[in-house]
Structure formats: structure tokens, C-alpha cells
């Protein structure tokens, strides 16, 4: 099983990106797909995550409201549209899979079992 992160890159406060994530070696329509992100002296935290549709989504409080998780499970994609970043937003983003189907709410790291490499997300102010 493979997840590829995509999409980073530097943007000024206020602007938007799109993280894509793409796995392969196996599908995923009935676990969370999730997005994390590290910052520099961090501990990873959690940003967004989704089990079927957006009717099944959570969010990170920082982010509600301007970050939307979606996925597409026709081609085991899962994406992030980030508007109104911020600097504080600036961090090395992940996307990860539960480890156990069906389950919402998850917000622990330690509960994904899938990583993606990761791609660096930088928000100049």
C-alpha cells in the first residue's frame, strides 16, 4: 500500500491550495482518510478526515470553516482545499488511513496505519 501527498507549495496569508492524496495497492472506501500536519518542533496534529462523504467529516477546530476535506473513491483519492491560510498553517502535511473501517470522529495519529510521504505546505505572511 502506497499514499502519495501532492499539492504543496508556498503561498501568501490569504491564499488557497489543494492537497491531493492518492493511494494504491488496495482501496479504502469503508476506512477514514485523513489529513496531519508537523510543523518544525511540533508533535504532529491532526487537520481533517473523512469516512464516505462530507456528510462524514471532521475538522480540527483551527481549520473548520476554512479547510474541506472530500475524497473519490472511484480513484482512491482523498483532497484538502485549504482557503484563508494562514502562517500558523505552514507545516509538512500527511495523509493517512485508519486502521480499522468504519469509524468516525478519529483524531489520534497513532489510529491511522497508512502514511503518506508527506508534502510541505508554506504560508508567508
Known amino acids: 500500500v502506497q499514499l502519495q501527498a501532492s499539492g504543496g507549495g508556498l503561498v501568501q496569508a490569504g491564499g488557497s491550495l489543494r492537497l491531493s492524496c492518492a493511494a494504491s495497492?488496495?482501496?479504502?472506501?469503508?476506512?477514514?482518510m485523513g489529513w496531519f500536519r508537523q510543523a518544525p518542533g511540533k508533535e504532529r496534529e491532526f487537520v481533517a478526515a473523512?469516512?464516505?462523504?462530507?456528510?462524514?467529516?471532521w475538522y480540527a477546530g483551527s481549520v473548520k470553516g476554512r479547510f474541506a476535506i472530500s475524497r473519490d473513491n472511484a480513484k482512491n483519492m482523498v483532497y484538502l482545499q485549504m482557503n484563508s491560510l494562514k502562517p500558523e498553517d505552514t507545516a509538512v502535511y500527511y495523509c493517512?488511513?485508519?486502521?480499522?473501517?468504519?469509524?468516525?470522529?478519529?483524531?489520534?495519529?497513532?489510529?491511522?496505519?497508512?502514511w503518506g510521504q508527506g508534502t510541505q505546505v508554506t504560508v508567508s505572511s
Open positions: 493517512a488511513v485508519d486502521a480499522l473501517p468504519y469509524r468516525r470522529g478519529v483524531i489520534e495519529y497513532n489510529e491511522y496505519h497508512y
Open positions: 473523512i469516512l464516505w462523504s462530507r456528510g462524514t467529516s
Open positions: 495497492g488496495r482501496t479504502f472506501s469503508n476506512y477514514a
